[in-house]
């Protein structure tokens, strides 16, 4: 549990003079000069003791243990600057400085800390001032109270603030707030998003904590009033501070335990997440669904073995996470020895390492400075999660740009002159129109609001085989998206799945059984209501039953298997003509046709599979264009080949054969007939496209989910062309049926041409008067029946001869009967 004390002369001489020089807000704890200065304010101690010295009334916060995590921030906030001050396109021949404060997560200490920064002076550990340059920008705070207490302040001299945690909706008031802008999404986009991710997975009945301050407040407050449009009721809303007294925060641990929800929105910082956990360990809390805010729910050092039963399966928005080269080996190489003077190094490398620097500390190993990092996995050294450490590189790469755009002077050059260093103002205007692209080719810009695009990643931490836990992406929320486009999930793991198959059911009353209605319980949420039965002659509202053609039924099933066979008969046709291709049969069939014919057969099986399943924008479109084009390459074919067999027969002159029965005019003719399918079928679309529909008045006990034609006279001109390509075809075969010739291909076509007239006449009054998915199975049976009918009145015949009568299969039989005597 945390400590808080305040006392006078509690503290050694010792003691006291580590507060001095480490403890006291108006010390940096890092620092370094340079031409532009750019100040930083971290949560560099989470855990800390309010001590009143007894050699004066001032409050010193005396830190006693080190946030790793925030130590990180620092050093990559250093590591930014000196990448910077190494490029020779940013910033060239201008050094930047900085100076990290600690505001150790309280509003006290961030007001001295910036304080601190507006001066200029700031004391030093030898007890003086340094009267160096105020700063020019600050990058933080990792708190949204913390940073509304430092713009207050700074915000007067119109010093630009660039937050990476502070996350407060409140903060996007450019009234209050115009000099505040942050590389991480507000929490207005956030709260939104874990309402509707509750709603997605059902849970309509939540609990709800806080942290009692600007962040928790404001977060909670949009998630509640998001939650209820969503229809999504809250039984309890707890708020606490990490720094109230250990009752308060059982307390709001037996309140969760006595509530009926059995799902948890945690809207908590990790002070407070932290506190929290440590009291649910004490009071067994598990069988929850924790929903975390982004402020820690990919914090690792949460991710421990004594919290894995409470906190395995939690689900919460992060930011998207990335990989910043060199920071790693930049990194592993923080050491004293940079700075032996620097009191907050040591107190890192004895945490880090379980040793001390006196040598007079009983049971301290004592520490050489020469351990290595590399062997050490904490939060300073774990790089696999870096998601605010990337906020952090982007604000100080946005203050370079800022400066480096202002520092041009208004010259054309690329140059930048340091004669511009001695301006005082760094101009806000040149943070608000920054747009620019880092190394890893990430887009950093703000919005009117100082705001950044708001998109994150869903994490559900799951359990790795090695018993350890890992945060796994389930999902995406992007809120530049159309409403119902926001929010997606990913094609979800064996581990995920299963998990959702044991999600907890969290609402606050079961649904009614038929013959009951709902009735408001008087002083609940609307998500509450008991069951009532039913008046007599009473009518009652029962949810329809959803109606389209599917796989999963027998028919469905059925279509499509004969739709599959029938694909995979035409492929195997084309393989057997493929295999003879150089025998007088084949050739003497007009080969380039019946090859594309055959290709036109099999996608004209596989089209009437689009009609099956539940129709979707996508599915609608591809069904009837498919079908319109795939029947017209089809009739073309047939169409060319009747055309060249009566030519060939007809021609009273040579020369007129050869020119008829050219490839080249075949190609022609079919392209032609195909295009003008193909114009149709692209006004259609364009005009009035087909769309997924739901039925609603031909049945009253079910809907019927169809796809609505857009243009029934679209539809009719398609299946119209078809029909009359058939005509066609059928007429020139039937002229032709008696042409001297042991294969008289046009017999063959003539029959193809009745059956498939027939079938499509039919079809018609079937297709009008047949309901719902009914409508459906006619036009597949359709679509399978005439295809079967193509398929094997023309190629029947041919492959009989090549498979079984090999002996005919010769240029004198092919002559007919007129040459055999």
Same mark, same amino acid.
């Given at each position: 549990?945390?400590?808080?004390?305040?006392? &006078?002369?509690?503290?050694?001489?010792?003691?006291?003079l580590?507060c001095?020089?480490l403890?006291?807000p108006?010390?940096?704890?890092?620092?370094q000069?340079?031409?532009?200065?750019?100040?930083?304010?971290?949560?560099?101690h989470?855990?800390?003791?309010?001590?009143?010295?007894s050699?004066?009334?001032?409050?010193?916060y005396?830190?006693?243990?080190?946030?790793?995590?925030?130590?990180?921030?620092?050093?990559?906030?250093?590591?930014a600057?000196?990448e910077?001050n190494?490029?020779?396109?940013?910033? !060239?021949?201008?050094?930047i400085?900085?100076?990290?404060?600690d505001?150790?997560g309280?509003?006290?200490?961030?007001?001295?800390?910036?304080?601190?920064l507006?001066?200029g002076?700031?004391r030093?550990p030898? $007890?003086?001032?340094?009267?160096?340059?105020?700063?020019?920008?600050?990058?933080?705070?990792?708190?949204?109270?913390?940073?509304?207490v430092?713009?207050?302040?700074?915000?007067?001299?119109?010093?630009?603030?660039?937050? &990476?945690?502070a996350?407060?909706?409140c903060?996007?008031?450019?009234?209050?707030?115009p000099s505040?802008?942050?590389?991480?999404?507000?929490?207005?986009y956030?709260?939104?998003?874990?309402?509707?991710?509750?709603?997605h997975f059902g849970?309509?009945?939540?609990?709800?904590?806080?942290?009692d301050?600007?962040?928790?407040?404001?977060?909670?407050?949009?998630?509640?009033?998001?939650?209820?449009?969503? $229809?999504?009721?809250?039984?309890?809303?707890?708020?606490f501070?990490?720094?109230?007294?250990?009752?308060?925060i059982?307390?709001?641990?037996?309140?969760?335990?006595?509530?009926?929800?059995r799902?948890l929105?945690?809207?908590?910082?990790?002070?407070?997440?932290?506190a929290?956990?440590e009291?649910?360990?004490?009071?067994?809390?598990?069988?929850?669904?924790?929903v975390?805010?982004?402020?820690?729910i990919?914090?690792?050092?949460? =991710?421990?073995?004594?919290?894995?039963a409470?906190?395995?399966?939690?689900?919460?928005f992060?930011?998207?996470?990335t990989?910043?080269?060199?920071?790693?080996?930049?990194?592993?190489?923080?050491?004293?020895?940079?700075?032996?003077?620097?009191n907050?190094?040591?107190?890192?490398?004895?945490? @880090?390492?379980?040793?001390?620097?006196?040598?007079?500390?009983?049971?301290?190993?004592?520490?050489?400075?020469?351990?290595?990092?590399?062997d050490?996995?904490?939060?300073?050294?774990?790089?696999?999660?870096?998601?605010?450490?990337?906020?952090?590189?982007?604000?100080?790469?946005?203050?370079?740009?800022?400066?480096?755009?202002?520092?041009?002077?208004?010259?054309?050059?690329?140059?930048?002159?340091?004669?511009?260093t001695?301006?005082?103002?760094f101009?806000?205007?040149?943070v608000?129109?920054?747009?620019?692209?880092?190394q890893?080719?990430?887009r950093v810009?703000?919005d009117?609001?100082?705001?950044?695009?708001?998109?994150?990643?869903?994490?559900?931490?799951?359990?790795?085989?090695?018993?350890?836990?890992?945060?796994?992406v389930v999902?995406n929320?992007?809120?530049?998206?159309?409403?119902?486009?926001?929010f997606?999930?990913?094609n979800?793991?064996?581990t995920?799945?299963?998990?959702?198959?044991?999600?907890?059911?969290?609402?606050?009353?079961?649904s009614?059984?038929p013959?009951?209605r709902?009735?408001?319980?008087?002083?609940?949420?609307?998500?509450?209501?008991t069951?009532?039965?039913?008046?007599?002659?009473?009518?009652?509202? *029962?949810?329809?039953?959803?109606e389209?053609?599917s796989?999963e039924?027998?028919m469905?099933?059925?279509?499509? =298997?004969?739709?599959?066979?029938g694909?995979?008969?035409?492929?195997?046709?084309?393989?057997?003509?493929f295999r003879?291709?150089?025998?007088?049969?084949?050739?003497?069939?007009?080969?380039?046709?019946?090859?594309?014919l055959?290709?036109?057969?099999t996608?004209c099986?596989l089209?009437?599979?689009?009609?099956?399943?539940?129709?979707?924008?996508?599915?609608?479109?591809?069904?009837?264009?498919?079908?319109?084009?795939?029947?017209?390459l089809?009739?073309?074919?047939?169409?060319a080949?009747?055309?060249?067999?009566?030519?060939a027969?007809?021609?009273?002159?040579?020369?007129? @054969?050869?020119?008829?029965?050219?490839?080249p005019?075949?190609?022609?003719?079919?392209?032609?007939?195909?295009?003008?399918?193909v114009i149709?079928?692209?006004?259609?679309?364009?005009?009035?496209?087909p769309? !997924? &529909?739901?039925n @609603?008045? &031909?049945?009253?006990?079910?809907?019927?989910?169809e796809c609505?034609?857009?243009?029934? *006279?679209?539809?009719?001109?398609?299946?119209?062309?078809?029909?009359?390509?058939a005509?066609?075809c059928?007429?020139?075969?039937?002229?032709?049926?008696k042409?001297?010739?042991?294969f008289?291909?046009?017999?063959f076509?003539t029959?193809?041409?009745?059956?498939?007239?027939?079938?499509?006449?039919?079809?018609?009054?079937?297709?009008?008067?047949?309901?719902g998915?009914?409508?459906?199975?006619?036009?597949?049976?359709?679509?399978?029946?005439?295809?079967f009918?193509l398929?094997?009145?023309?190629?029947?015949?041919?492959?009989?001869?090549?498979?079984?009568?090999?002996?005919?299969n010769?240029k004198?039989?092919?002559?007919?009967?007129?040459?055999?005597?």
């Open positions: 549990m945390l400590l808080f004390a305040l006392f &006078h002369g509690a503290f050694g001489a010792e003691d006291n580590k001095k020089m403890g006291r108006e010390f940096p704890l890092l620092s000069e340079g031409d532009i200065t750019i100040g930083g304010a971290f949560t560099l989470s855990q800390i003791a309010i001590v009143l010295p050699e004066n009334l001032n409050l010193c005396f830190p006693f243990r080190i946030n790793l995590r925030e130590f990180r921030f620092a050093q990559t906030m250093i590591f600057i000196e910077i190494n490029s020779s396109s940013l910033l !060239p021949n201008i050094s400085g900085y100076k990290v404060f505001t150790c309280l509003t006290l200490p961030s007001t001295r800390a910036v304080m601190a507006m001066n002076k700031t030093t030898e $007890g003086g001032c340094s009267s160096r340059t105020s700063v020019h920008a600050i990058i933080g705070a990792s708190e949204s109270s913390s940073t509304i430092m713009l207050q302040i700074s915000g007067i001299f119109q010093i630009p603030v660039i937050s &990476h945690f996350t407060c909706a903060l996007s008031n450019r009234k209050e707030y505040f802008f942050r590389t991480i999404p507000s929490d207005f956030q709260s939104r998003a874990l309402a509707k991710l509750v709603k849970w309509t009945w939540v609990g709800a904590v806080k942290s301050n600007d962040y928790g407040n404001n977060g909670l407050a949009t998630f509640i009033m998001a939650a209820e449009q969503e $229809g999504v009721c809250v039984e309890y809303s707890e708020g501070s990490w720094t109230d007294p250990s009752e308060q059982a307390r709001v641990v037996t309140v969760i335990k006595s509530g009926s929800a799902v929105v945690a809207f908590l910082a990790q002070s407070e997440m932290s929290l956990l009291e649910a360990v004490k009071q067994n809390l598990t069988g929850l669904q924790w975390g805010s982004e402020s820690w990919t914090a690792g050092h949460l =991710a421990l073995k004594k919290y894995s409470i906190l395995t399966g939690s689900l919460g992060t930011i998207r996470k990989k910043i080269t060199g920071l790693q080996e930049f990194l592993l190489q923080v050491n004293p020895s940079q700075n032996p003077q620097n907050l190094l040591k107190e890192f490398w004895e945490t @880090t390492f379980g040793c001390s620097f006196q040598s007079d500390v009983h049971g301290a190993t004592q520490c050489s400075g020469v351990e290595k990092l590399k050490i996995q904490n939060p300073f050294t774990d790089v696999s999660e870096l998601r605010i450490s990337n906020n952090v590189y982007k604000a100080v790469y946005a203050v370079a740009h800022a400066m480096h755009s202002m520092l041009k002077c208004g010259q054309s050059g690329e140059a930048v002159n340091q004669s511009c001695t301006k005082k103002d101009e806000l205007k040149q608000r129109c920054l747009n620019f692209t880092l890893s080719g990430e810009y703000f009117d609001y100082g705001d950044p695009a708001a998109t994150y990643e869903l994490v559900n931490w799951q359990r790795s085989p090695e018993g350890n836990t890992v945060f796994v999902g929320y992007d809120a530049s998206q159309p409403n119902g486009r926001q997606t999930m990913n979800i793991n064996i995920w799945a299963a998990r959702l198959q044991k999600r907890p059911l969290s609402v606050c009353s079961q009614c059984i013959g009951f709902q009735a408001v319980i008087k002083g609940k949420p609307i998500c509450c209501f069951c009532v039965a039913c008046a007599l002659y009473s009518c009652q509202c *029962v949810p329809k039953v959803i389209f053609l796989f039924e027998t469905g099933a059925l279509l499509a =298997a004969v739709s599959l066979f694909a995979a008969l035409t492929s195997l046709v084309f393989c057997v003509f003879f291709r150089h025998t007088p049969l084949v050739k003497a069939s007009n080969s380039e046709l019946s090859f594309l055959l290709f036109s057969l996608l099986f089209c009437s599979l689009t009609f099956i399943g539940r129709p979707s924008r996508w599915s609608c479109v591809l069904r009837h264009t498919a079908f319109g084009i795939t029947f017209a089809c009739m073309s074919c047939v169409l080949k009747t055309v060249a067999v009566l030519f027969f007809t021609a009273k002159r040579p020369g007129n @054969t050869v020119f008829y029965c050219s490839v005019l075949q190609r022609t003719s079919v392209f032609a007939c195909i295009t003008l399918q149709i079928c692209v006004l259609w679309l364009t005009l009035a496209p769309h !997924p &529909h739901k @609603t008045a &031909h049945a009253k006990e079910r809907i019927i989910l609505n034609l857009g243009s029934p *006279v679209w539809f009719w001109v398609v299946l119209g062309y078809i029909g009359l390509l005509v066609i059928f007429i020139l075969a039937f002229l032709a049926r042409l001297p010739d042991n008289n291909e046009a017999k076509i029959f193809s041409m009745l059956i498939f007239c027939a079938v499509w006449v039919t079809f018609i009054p079937a297709y009008v008067s047949s309901p998915k009914f409508t459906v199975a006619v036009e597949i049976f359709a679509i399978l029946a005439s295809s009918g398929l094997f009145c023309i190629f029947a015949p041919k492959c009989y001869i090549l498979i079984l009568k090999p002996e005919k010769t004198k039989h092919m002559m007919g009967r007129n040459h055999q005597n």
